[in-house]
């Protein structure tokens, strides 16, 4: 294995959202409005806009399933079993996945030098609400809230939790992405889909948003588009299959069927001119894994023959300039390589999810497995992401 005689930089941990993540800071009389618990058959449930979410078997967290319970699964499940058998095996939930002090101590046991951390129920909870764009607003403020005094945005310079920004409502975009720069953020987090607006669904790379990717450019913060319910289960829906997305629980045809939303979202970076116009904007694709890379590329490749005059240039240039990309470690790594270099790789180890590593470095193996070099190895592992620590200049 590669040697390492530095602690390494992680661009895509998580925490377990506290009991009272969204309910905190939300004003109790919104409750029935934007979210609230309720206990069914005994079990808790979050009810997001009047309506029960059972996009997680158990909202609480606890207890929770092992890190790294799937990842046999996900390196092509040789036992044969079903997916949810990996997630059978449960313990009490880990003062490390609530608590920074603790995290803090774990990562210097994994040889973690920073990461960045990103929320989980938040990554699912905008689309249950967009048919109320300002109650979204208010419940990201809300959340926001939360982050702010359990984990903080830059915690003694080691752990970096991505504030949760949803476009739904631009005014309340802005104010968070403000707040959250006067409090020393350095990424912010969100979903990549087309956002349900006042308007109706707009493209992230709409003109109406340029207020925000104008700040965005501004203060050269990094942005982060991490996987999470975009709102394609219209796709399933259109066949046959039950659109309310369920984590684990999806069929195989969701997995075969051609839709991407994070490649969707890069494309209305780059088509709709975010990027050419906003050159301090630096996007990082977290736990989309790489496969949806190459095939971007040749349509990019393509309509840049075809419709070059109205390309600023050539966009496969503009991906390579201001997109990073996590790939996940079942990829094919020598492939992501070659299209967008060593230089736009990140690790992430997506501790301490049940798909994620177990042992966060474990990750360099696949990368030797690859055949990259120690140097290149460096750069996954430590570079790419410290170079995204500060302000693109």
């Given at each position: ?82 997916p949810l058998e990996y997630l059978r095996e449960r313990e009490p939930i880990r003062s490390e996945y609530r608590d920074r002090e603790t995290r803090i101590q774990v990562m210097d046991e994994q040889g973690l030098d920073k990461v960045w951390l990103y929320p989980t129920l938040g990554m699912i909870y905008e689309q249950l609400l967009k048919h109320d764009p300002e109650g979204v607003g208010i419940m990201f ?253």
């Amino acid at each position: 294995m590669s040697d390492l005689d530095y602690p390494v930089n992680d661009f895509d941990n998580h925490y377990y959202e506290a009991i009272d993540a969204f309910t905190r800071h939300l004003d109790p009389r919104l409750g029935r409005r934007i979210i609230q618990w309720a206990e069914i058959d005994g079990r808790k449930y979050h009810v997001i806009g009047g309506k029960v979410s059972h996009a997680v078997v158990n909202p609480t967290f606890d207890p929770i399933a092992k890190a790294g319970a799937m990842s046999e699964y996900f390196r092509g499940n040789a036992s044969g079993r079903n997916p949810l058998e990996y997630l059978r095996e449960r313990e009490p939930i880990r003062s490390e996945y609530r608590d920074r002090e603790t995290r803090i101590q774990v990562m210097d046991e994994q040889g973690l030098d920073k990461v960045w951390l990103y929320p989980t129920l938040g990554m699912i909870y905008e689309q249950l609400l967009k048919h109320d764009p300002e109650g979204v607003g208010i419940m990201f403020r809300a959340f926001n809230r939360w982050l702010e005094e359990d984990w903080g945005y830059d915690y003694e310079g080691r752990i970096f939790a991505a504030p949760y920004l949803a476009l739904a409502d631009l005014d309340v975009a802005v104010e968070e992405l403000e707040r959250a720069l006067s409090l020393g953020a350095r990424i912010v987090c969100m979903r990549p889909a087309a956002p349900t607006t006042i308007f109706g669904p707009l493209t992230p790379g709409d003109p109406y948003f340029d207020p925000f990717w104008a700040r965005v450019n501004e203060a050269g913060i990094t942005v982060a588009f991490h996987a999470g319910d975009a709102g394609y289960g219209f796709m399933l829906e259109q066949w046959g299959a039950d659109p309310e997305f369920q984590a684990f629980r999806i069929p195989p045809l969701f997995q075969l069927l051609a839709m991407s939303p994070i490649a969707d979202t890069v494309a209305s970076m780059i088509a709709d001119g975010v990027l050419t116009k906003h050159p301090n904007i630096r996007v990082a694709t977290i736990e989309n894994g790489a496969e949806w890379v190459a095939p971007l590329f040749g349509r990019l490749k393509k309509s840049w023959k075809m419709r070059g005059p109205q390309w600023p240039e050539d966009p496969r240039e503009t991906f390579r300039r201001q997109v990073w990309v996590s790939p996940f470690y079942e990829d094919d790594l020598e492939l992501l390589a070659s299209v967008i270099g060593v230089d736009r790789i990140l690790f992430g180890s997506d501790w301490p999810h049940a798909e994620g590593l177990a042992d966060p470095l474990s990750y360099i193996e696949d990368l030797d497995d690859a055949g990259f070099t120690q140097a290149d190895v460096d750069k996954i592992m430590y570079a790419n992401a410290a170079s995204l620590v500060q302000p693109a200049a």
